[in-house]
Protein backbone atom coordinates (compact mmCIF):
# COMPACT_ATOMS: atom_id res chain seq x y z
CA UNK A 1 0.00 0.00 0.00
CA UNK A 2 3.00 2.37 0.79
CA UNK A 3 4.08 1.81 -2.23
CA UNK A 4 0.80 2.58 -4.21
CA UNK A 5 0.96 5.56 -2.37
CA UNK A 6 4.51 6.30 -3.32
CA UNK A 7 3.36 6.38 -7.03
CA UNK A 8 0.38 7.86 -6.65
CA UNK A 9 2.20 10.85 -5.05
CA UNK A 10 5.10 10.95 -7.54
CA UNK A 11 3.33 10.36 -10.46
CA UNK A 12 3.16 7.14 -12.53
CA UNK A 13 6.35 8.58 -14.59
CA UNK A 14 8.27 11.68 -14.91
CA UNK A 15 9.36 11.17 -18.67
CA UNK A 16 6.45 10.74 -20.73
CA UNK A 17 6.38 14.49 -22.02
CA UNK A 18 9.70 14.09 -23.75
CA UNK A 19 7.79 11.56 -25.95
CA UNK A 20 6.06 14.57 -27.20
CA UNK A 21 8.77 16.56 -28.15
CA UNK A 22 10.24 14.06 -29.40
CA UNK A 23 6.97 13.74 -31.72
CA UNK A 24 6.87 17.88 -32.24
CA UNK A 25 10.17 17.45 -33.58
CA UNK A 26 9.60 14.66 -35.88
CA UNK A 27 5.91 16.31 -36.95
CA UNK A 28 7.88 19.75 -37.52
CA UNK A 29 5.70 21.47 -35.30
CA UNK A 30 7.03 24.57 -34.99
CA UNK A 31 4.75 27.23 -33.04
CA UNK A 32 3.90 25.85 -28.96
CA UNK A 33 1.10 27.88 -27.54
CA UNK A 34 0.32 26.90 -24.33
CA UNK A 35 -0.97 27.83 -21.02
CA UNK A 36 1.02 26.56 -18.40
CA UNK A 37 0.03 23.53 -16.29
CA UNK A 38 2.53 21.29 -13.73
CA UNK A 39 1.72 19.00 -15.44
CA UNK A 40 3.09 20.72 -18.56
CA UNK A 41 6.43 22.20 -17.19
CA UNK A 42 8.96 20.17 -18.51
CA UNK A 43 7.50 19.88 -21.78
CA UNK A 44 6.98 23.57 -21.83
CA UNK A 45 11.00 24.13 -20.55
CA UNK A 46 12.05 22.28 -23.15
CA UNK A 47 9.89 24.17 -26.18
CA UNK A 48 11.64 27.44 -24.52
CA UNK A 49 15.23 25.98 -25.49
CA UNK A 50 14.24 24.96 -28.54
CA UNK A 51 15.92 26.57 -31.33
CA UNK A 52 13.21 25.22 -34.04
CA UNK A 53 10.08 25.92 -32.24
CA UNK A 54 8.12 29.22 -30.83
CA UNK A 55 7.18 28.64 -27.27
CA UNK A 56 3.81 31.37 -27.15
CA UNK A 57 2.48 31.91 -23.52
CA UNK A 58 -0.62 32.87 -23.84
CA UNK A 59 -3.30 35.01 -21.42
CA UNK A 60 -6.04 31.95 -22.20
CA UNK A 61 -6.44 28.81 -24.79
CA UNK A 62 -8.30 30.46 -27.01
CA UNK A 63 -5.66 32.87 -28.50
CA UNK A 64 -3.66 29.82 -29.25
CA UNK A 65 -6.73 28.11 -31.51
CA UNK A 66 -6.65 31.69 -33.37
CA UNK A 67 -2.63 31.69 -33.04
CA UNK A 68 -2.41 28.03 -34.68
CA UNK A 69 -4.72 29.16 -37.32
CA UNK A 70 -2.71 31.82 -38.53
CA UNK A 71 0.21 29.60 -38.22
CA UNK A 72 -1.49 27.29 -40.50
CA UNK A 73 -2.61 29.93 -42.99
CA UNK A 74 1.22 31.29 -42.92
CA UNK A 75 2.50 27.05 -43.47
CA UNK A 76 3.55 26.49 -40.60
CA UNK A 77 2.35 23.31 -37.66
CA UNK A 78 1.89 24.71 -34.47
CA UNK A 79 0.50 22.42 -31.21
CA UNK A 80 -1.67 23.19 -27.96
CA UNK A 81 -0.97 23.13 -24.55
CA UNK A 82 -2.98 23.42 -21.45
CA UNK A 83 -4.97 21.95 -18.42
CA UNK A 84 -8.91 20.95 -18.74
CA UNK A 85 -10.15 24.05 -17.28
CA UNK A 86 -8.87 26.04 -20.37
CA UNK A 87 -10.96 23.23 -22.84
CA UNK A 88 -14.09 25.67 -21.28
CA UNK A 89 -12.26 29.00 -22.44
CA UNK A 90 -12.25 27.70 -25.97
CA UNK A 91 -15.70 26.60 -26.95
CA UNK A 92 -16.58 28.98 -28.92
CA UNK A 93 -12.73 29.64 -30.47
CA UNK A 94 -13.09 25.96 -31.61
CA UNK A 95 -15.52 27.48 -34.38
CA UNK A 96 -13.07 28.72 -36.47
CA UNK A 97 -11.07 25.43 -36.76
CA UNK A 98 -14.17 23.77 -37.40
CA UNK A 99 -15.53 26.28 -39.55
CA UNK A 100 -11.91 26.59 -41.64
CA UNK A 101 -11.22 22.56 -41.09
CA UNK A 102 -8.10 24.19 -39.25
CA UNK A 103 -5.59 21.34 -37.90
CA UNK A 104 -5.95 21.82 -34.04
CA UNK A 105 -3.75 19.48 -31.99
CA UNK A 106 -4.58 19.67 -28.29
CA UNK A 107 -2.18 18.15 -25.67
CA UNK A 108 -4.50 18.70 -22.02
CA UNK A 109 -3.47 17.35 -18.44
CA UNK A 110 -6.08 16.46 -17.09
CA UNK A 111 -7.34 17.72 -13.33
CA UNK A 112 -10.62 17.03 -11.10
CA UNK A 113 -10.31 13.05 -11.55
CA UNK A 114 -7.67 11.63 -9.88
CA UNK A 115 -6.65 12.31 -5.64
CA UNK A 116 -8.14 15.95 -6.49
CA UNK A 117 -7.57 18.45 -3.44
CA UNK A 118 -8.93 21.19 -5.12
CA UNK A 119 -13.17 20.64 -5.79
CA UNK A 120 -12.94 24.16 -8.46
CA UNK A 121 -10.91 21.45 -11.13
CA UNK A 122 -13.22 19.34 -11.17
CA UNK A 123 -16.62 20.72 -12.92
CA UNK A 124 -14.37 21.23 -16.30
CA UNK A 125 -11.97 18.39 -14.89
CA UNK A 126 -15.28 15.96 -15.29
CA UNK A 127 -16.77 17.05 -18.03
CA UNK A 128 -13.85 18.45 -20.80
CA UNK A 129 -13.76 14.98 -22.41
CA UNK A 130 -17.39 15.51 -23.18
CA UNK A 131 -16.97 18.91 -24.00
CA UNK A 132 -14.47 18.92 -26.82
CA UNK A 133 -16.44 15.78 -28.44
CA UNK A 134 -19.62 17.65 -28.78
CA UNK A 135 -17.45 20.58 -30.02
CA UNK A 136 -16.48 18.13 -32.07
CA UNK A 137 -12.56 17.25 -31.29
CA UNK A 138 -11.79 13.72 -31.46
CA UNK A 139 -9.90 12.87 -28.07
CA UNK A 140 -7.70 10.02 -26.98
CA UNK A 141 -6.72 9.10 -23.29
CA UNK A 142 -3.17 8.39 -22.39
CA UNK A 143 -3.91 6.39 -18.82
CA UNK A 144 -0.32 5.56 -18.49
CA UNK A 145 3.21 6.46 -19.50
CA UNK A 146 3.15 4.21 -22.29
CA UNK A 147 0.13 5.45 -24.20
CA UNK A 148 2.12 8.82 -24.91
CA UNK A 149 4.67 7.16 -27.21
CA UNK A 150 1.88 5.74 -29.69
CA UNK A 151 -0.98 8.62 -28.95
CA UNK A 152 0.90 11.75 -29.69
CA UNK A 153 1.91 11.01 -33.11
CA UNK A 154 -1.67 9.68 -33.87
CA UNK A 155 -3.32 13.02 -32.28
CA UNK A 156 -0.72 15.02 -34.52
CA UNK A 157 -1.51 12.72 -37.65
CA UNK A 158 -5.50 13.42 -37.13
CA UNK A 159 -4.83 16.88 -37.25
CA UNK A 160 -2.16 17.47 -39.76
CA UNK A 161 -3.26 14.76 -41.76
CA UNK A 162 -6.38 14.16 -40.41
CA UNK A 163 -7.27 18.01 -40.96
CA UNK A 164 -9.29 18.57 -38.05
CA UNK A 165 -9.44 18.80 -34.58
CA UNK A 166 -7.84 16.29 -32.19
CA UNK A 167 -7.40 16.23 -28.59
CA UNK A 168 -4.89 14.20 -26.15
CA UNK A 169 -6.12 14.17 -22.63
CA UNK A 170 -3.29 13.17 -19.76
CA UNK A 171 -4.67 11.45 -17.07
CA UNK A 172 -4.04 13.07 -13.73
CA UNK A 173 -2.11 9.92 -12.83
CA UNK A 174 0.74 10.86 -14.61
CA UNK A 175 1.20 13.77 -12.70
CA UNK A 176 2.41 14.30 -9.18
CA UNK A 177 -0.73 14.99 -6.93
CA UNK A 178 -0.52 18.54 -5.70
CA UNK A 179 -1.56 18.66 -2.18
CA UNK A 180 -0.67 22.24 -1.45
CA UNK A 181 1.43 21.24 1.17
CA UNK A 182 -1.31 19.75 3.26
CA UNK B 1 -25.99 64.35 -28.48
CA UNK B 2 -25.65 61.58 -26.13
CA UNK B 3 -22.03 61.75 -24.98
CA UNK B 4 -21.50 58.08 -26.33
CA UNK B 5 -22.76 59.46 -29.48
CA UNK B 6 -20.12 61.59 -30.33
CA UNK B 7 -18.93 59.26 -33.22
CA UNK B 8 -21.66 59.70 -35.58
CA UNK B 9 -19.70 62.98 -36.52
CA UNK B 10 -16.49 61.66 -36.39
CA UNK B 11 -14.34 62.66 -39.77
CA UNK B 12 -12.91 59.64 -41.15
CA UNK B 13 -14.49 56.79 -43.04
CA UNK B 14 -14.09 53.40 -42.69
CA UNK B 15 -14.40 52.39 -46.15
CA UNK B 16 -11.91 55.42 -47.56
CA UNK B 17 -9.78 54.57 -44.29
CA UNK B 18 -9.22 50.64 -45.71
CA UNK B 19 -8.80 51.43 -49.14
CA UNK B 20 -5.73 53.34 -48.30
CA UNK B 21 -4.27 50.62 -46.70
CA UNK B 22 -4.79 47.60 -48.68
CA UNK B 23 -5.38 47.45 -52.35
CA UNK B 24 -5.92 44.57 -54.79
CA UNK B 25 -2.43 44.31 -55.80
CA UNK B 26 -0.11 44.72 -52.65
CA UNK B 27 0.90 41.67 -50.84
CA UNK B 28 -0.09 42.15 -47.53
CA UNK B 29 -0.99 39.34 -45.51
CA UNK B 30 -4.52 40.59 -44.52
CA UNK B 31 -6.89 39.12 -41.45
CA UNK B 32 -9.88 40.40 -40.41
CA UNK B 33 -12.17 40.84 -37.45
CA UNK B 34 -15.89 39.81 -38.03
CA UNK B 35 -18.54 41.69 -39.11
CA UNK B 36 -17.84 45.34 -40.41
CA UNK B 37 -14.47 45.36 -41.00
CA UNK B 38 -14.86 41.88 -42.95
CA UNK B 39 -17.60 43.78 -45.11
CA UNK B 40 -15.05 46.65 -45.26
CA UNK B 41 -11.67 44.50 -46.57
CA UNK B 42 -13.87 43.14 -48.82
CA UNK B 43 -15.35 46.88 -50.09
CA UNK B 44 -11.42 47.74 -50.86
CA UNK B 45 -11.39 44.73 -53.02
CA UNK B 46 -11.60 40.38 -52.25
CA UNK B 47 -8.58 39.59 -52.87
CA UNK B 48 -7.30 35.38 -51.57
CA UNK B 49 -4.44 37.02 -49.66
CA UNK B 50 -7.46 38.72 -46.99
CA UNK B 51 -8.52 36.22 -44.34
CA UNK B 52 -12.08 37.61 -43.87
CA UNK B 53 -13.75 36.20 -39.94
CA UNK B 54 -16.98 35.18 -39.74
CA UNK B 55 -17.63 34.22 -36.28
CA UNK B 56 -14.37 33.47 -33.82
CA UNK B 57 -14.73 37.34 -31.93
CA UNK B 58 -11.61 37.64 -29.94
CA UNK B 59 -9.71 35.87 -32.68
CA UNK B 60 -8.71 38.38 -35.25
CA UNK B 61 -5.04 39.59 -33.22
CA UNK B 62 -3.78 36.65 -32.17
CA UNK B 63 -4.52 34.76 -35.76
CA UNK B 64 -2.58 37.45 -37.25
CA UNK B 65 0.50 36.32 -34.41
CA UNK B 66 0.65 32.53 -35.40
CA UNK B 67 0.85 33.78 -39.46
CA UNK B 68 3.24 36.56 -38.57
CA UNK B 69 5.55 34.59 -36.86
CA UNK B 70 5.39 31.45 -39.44
CA UNK B 71 5.66 34.17 -42.14
CA UNK B 72 8.50 36.82 -41.07
CA UNK B 73 9.56 38.09 -44.15
CA UNK B 74 5.72 39.32 -45.04
CA UNK B 75 3.57 41.97 -43.63
CA UNK B 76 0.61 40.95 -42.16
CA UNK B 77 -1.83 43.64 -40.82
CA UNK B 78 -4.79 42.67 -38.86
CA UNK B 79 -8.25 44.89 -39.37
CA UNK B 80 -10.38 45.00 -36.96
CA UNK B 81 -13.39 46.33 -34.89
CA UNK B 82 -13.37 48.10 -31.30
CA UNK B 83 -15.83 45.20 -29.57
CA UNK B 84 -13.65 42.33 -31.48
CA UNK B 85 -10.31 43.82 -30.25
CA UNK B 86 -12.20 44.38 -26.68
CA UNK B 87 -13.34 40.86 -26.54
CA UNK B 88 -9.57 39.74 -26.79
CA UNK B 89 -7.46 42.29 -24.94
CA UNK B 90 -5.13 40.08 -23.58
CA UNK B 91 -3.60 39.08 -27.19
CA UNK B 92 -1.94 42.46 -26.73
CA UNK B 93 0.06 41.34 -24.16
CA UNK B 94 1.16 37.83 -25.90
CA UNK B 95 1.64 39.87 -29.35
CA UNK B 96 3.99 42.25 -26.73
CA UNK B 97 5.74 39.38 -25.18
CA UNK B 98 6.71 37.85 -28.84
CA UNK B 99 7.09 40.84 -30.45
CA UNK B 100 6.90 40.12 -34.22
CA UNK B 101 8.26 43.24 -36.38
CA UNK B 102 5.75 42.15 -39.43
CA UNK B 103 3.03 42.41 -37.66
CA UNK B 104 0.64 45.60 -37.67
CA UNK B 105 -3.06 45.68 -36.11
CA UNK B 106 -5.68 48.19 -37.02
CA UNK B 107 -8.55 48.67 -34.93
CA UNK B 108 -11.76 50.71 -36.57
CA UNK B 109 -12.84 52.09 -33.72
CA UNK B 110 -16.30 53.32 -34.19
CA UNK B 111 -17.54 53.29 -30.29
CA UNK B 112 -20.24 51.12 -31.58
CA UNK B 113 -21.40 47.04 -31.90
CA UNK B 114 -22.46 47.81 -35.43
CA UNK B 115 -23.54 44.13 -36.45
CA UNK B 116 -25.97 44.15 -33.52
CA UNK B 117 -28.01 47.32 -33.57
CA UNK B 118 -25.00 50.27 -32.92
CA UNK B 119 -25.09 49.61 -29.02
CA UNK B 120 -22.36 51.75 -27.75
CA UNK B 121 -19.11 50.26 -26.68
CA UNK B 122 -16.40 50.53 -23.81
CA UNK B 123 -14.47 52.72 -25.84
CA UNK B 124 -17.31 54.99 -26.16
CA UNK B 125 -17.23 55.73 -22.51
CA UNK B 126 -13.50 55.34 -20.78
CA UNK B 127 -11.67 53.13 -22.20
CA UNK B 128 -8.80 53.61 -24.26
CA UNK B 129 -7.62 50.87 -26.57
CA UNK B 130 -4.24 52.63 -27.20
CA UNK B 131 -3.38 53.09 -23.89
CA UNK B 132 -4.24 49.16 -23.76
CA UNK B 133 -1.88 47.81 -25.89
CA UNK B 134 1.00 50.53 -24.74
CA UNK B 135 0.33 49.22 -21.00
CA UNK B 136 0.41 45.39 -22.77
CA UNK B 137 4.06 46.55 -24.10
CA UNK B 138 3.48 47.01 -27.98
CA UNK B 139 6.14 49.25 -29.00
CA UNK B 140 4.93 51.33 -31.25
CA UNK B 141 1.20 53.05 -30.46
CA UNK B 142 -0.66 55.82 -31.92
CA UNK B 143 -4.39 57.02 -32.13
CA UNK B 144 -5.64 58.58 -35.85
CA UNK B 145 -8.57 60.94 -35.86
CA UNK B 146 -8.19 62.75 -39.16
CA UNK B 147 -6.90 62.61 -42.52
CA UNK B 148 -3.94 64.49 -41.31
CA UNK B 149 -2.77 61.78 -39.11
CA UNK B 150 -4.09 58.95 -41.02
CA UNK B 151 -1.50 60.33 -44.14
CA UNK B 152 1.45 60.32 -41.20
CA UNK B 153 0.44 57.22 -39.78
CA UNK B 154 0.41 55.14 -43.26
CA UNK B 155 4.52 54.58 -43.82
CA UNK B 156 3.97 52.95 -40.17
CA UNK B 157 0.68 50.66 -40.69
CA UNK B 158 2.50 49.63 -43.71
CA UNK B 159 6.37 49.31 -43.20
CA UNK B 160 7.66 50.13 -39.73
CA UNK B 161 9.02 47.30 -37.38
CA UNK B 162 6.34 46.34 -35.09
CA UNK B 163 4.86 45.03 -33.53
CA UNK B 164 2.23 48.36 -34.50
CA UNK B 165 -1.03 49.22 -33.45
CA UNK B 166 -3.20 51.98 -34.51
CA UNK B 167 -6.62 53.00 -33.32
CA UNK B 168 -8.10 54.64 -36.07
CA UNK B 169 -11.57 56.36 -34.91
CA UNK B 170 -13.97 55.98 -37.77
CA UNK B 171 -17.88 57.33 -37.92
CA UNK B 172 -20.97 55.07 -36.78
CA UNK B 173 -22.43 54.87 -39.79
CA UNK B 174 -24.38 51.82 -41.53
CA UNK B 175 -23.12 51.04 -44.51
CA UNK B 176 -23.75 48.32 -47.14
CA UNK B 177 -22.70 44.94 -46.60
CA UNK B 178 -20.19 44.15 -48.93
CA UNK B 179 -19.99 40.40 -48.14
CA UNK B 180 -16.79 38.23 -48.95
CA UNK B 181 -17.16 34.21 -49.35
CA UNK B 182 -18.20 32.28 -46.37
CA UNK B 183 -16.80 29.02 -46.77
CA UNK B 184 -13.95 28.52 -44.30
CA UNK B 185 -12.04 25.86 -45.99
CA UNK B 186 -12.65 27.87 -49.43
CA UNK B 187 -11.12 31.10 -47.63
CA UNK B 188 -8.15 28.88 -46.07
CA UNK B 189 -6.99 27.04 -49.26
CA UNK B 190 -6.85 29.79 -51.40
CA UNK B 191 -5.30 31.91 -49.09
CA UNK B 192 -2.25 29.10 -48.46
CA UNK B 193 -2.25 28.60 -52.81
CA UNK B 194 -1.84 32.31 -52.99
CA UNK B 195 0.52 32.06 -50.23
CA UNK B 196 2.29 28.68 -50.52
CA UNK B 197 1.59 27.75 -53.83
CA UNK B 198 -0.20 24.69 -55.15
CA UNK B 199 1.08 21.79 -53.01
CA UNK B 200 -0.07 23.31 -49.72
CA UNK B 201 -4.07 22.44 -50.89
CA UNK B 202 -3.16 19.11 -51.95
Redesign the interface.
Known amino acids: MKNVRKMIAEGYGMDWWKQILGAFKEADVRQVAYVPDAGHASLIDACISDNDIRAIALTTEEEGVAVLAGAWLGGVRGALLMQSSGVGNCINMFSLAAACRFPLPLFVTMRGRWHEFNPWQCPMGQTANSQLNLAGVQTLTANSPEDVGPMTPATLDQAFTGGGMSALLLHQCLMPVKTFDK | MREDRRSDSYPLRRRDVVKRISRADDDL?V?AGLGSTAWDITAAGDRDLN?P???????????????????PARRVVVITGDGETLM?M??F??VA??APQNLSICTFDNERYGETGMQSTHTSAKTDLAGVAAACGIPVVSVVRTEEELNAALPVILEAPGPVYHVTKVRAEKLDFVLPPKD??H??NR??QA??GDE?IL
Open positions: LIFLWGAMGGAIPMGLGLALAQGGSATMQGVLKFRLLA
